[in-house]
């Protein structure tokens, strides 16, 4: 069983890198990738720790799309096999993890506006070195009794159309995979089912059109994917060589109802599918070089 989503303390996981990579082994899961929210510091450690560990660990990253998509849905791309030590990833991450912390003041105005004491300095301590992220303001919310749980914060003050919402500056899609190129990774679009399209079909379009910018990929297995998609994803990407992926999107206790590995319960990502998004990059990155890229 293998597990390439996961978000680390880095961003907003609750585990530290070194920890995840335990909690893998402890789980007996054979390979897992750090896929933190618009950084990759925390990949030097993870690599590390899989190294003195004896587990398989992918460098990787997640960024938010901006694009218009239907029913409040969102794209977001996964680069896997990234290069940890690539400047020009670093500081575009940097850029975005600035815009970041713009939106977070943003937040705390909007939250201080409703009546909620919430300071920018408890964030900061909250979020660490990390990427702040909603899921912080969240946990503060929660530690001040505003409100019963990480969820409830969402669907009351945080959620897209919510009164303390407020979007967060993004790459497009364009961007967002050259960017995972330039940096040496595969383009994956993770969990595509949530870009909330009404009908598989048109979740396809979709993906086919991000194919023509140099999509590699997609997940075909993730905690909340229903089986029929799953399914029909494994199927066009047998059609038309695209690489698949998959993982549990696992934050820790900052989304305790998702389990490292095993998601909501029933989640198993064969190793095969590791082994296979391997050889994949492996081709793509021995053709890069055959054309001089
Ligand atoms: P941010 O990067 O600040 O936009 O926050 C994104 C994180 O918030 C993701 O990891 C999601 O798991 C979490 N999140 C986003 N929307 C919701 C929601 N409606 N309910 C619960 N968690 C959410
Ligand atoms: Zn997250
Ligand atoms: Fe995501
Ligand atoms: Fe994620």
Redesign the pocket.
Known sequence: MIDL?M?SNFSDGSLSPTELVEEARSLGLTAIAL?D?DTIDGVPEFLEAGERLGVTTVPGV?ISVDTKLPNNGHM?MLGLFIDPTSQTLKSTLDYLREQRNLRAEKIIRKLNELGIPITLEELLEEAGEGSIGRPHVAKILVRKGVVASIQEAFDIYLAKGKPAYMDKVKLNEVDAIQMIHDAGGLAIL?HPHLMNYPTFEEAKARILQLREIGLDGFEIYYSTMPREYSEGLIQLAKEMGFATSGGS?YHGANKDDIQMGRGLGDLMVPDELYVELKKFWETRTAQKIAVGK
């Open positions: 989503h978000h896929t929210h997640e977001h993770a999107d």
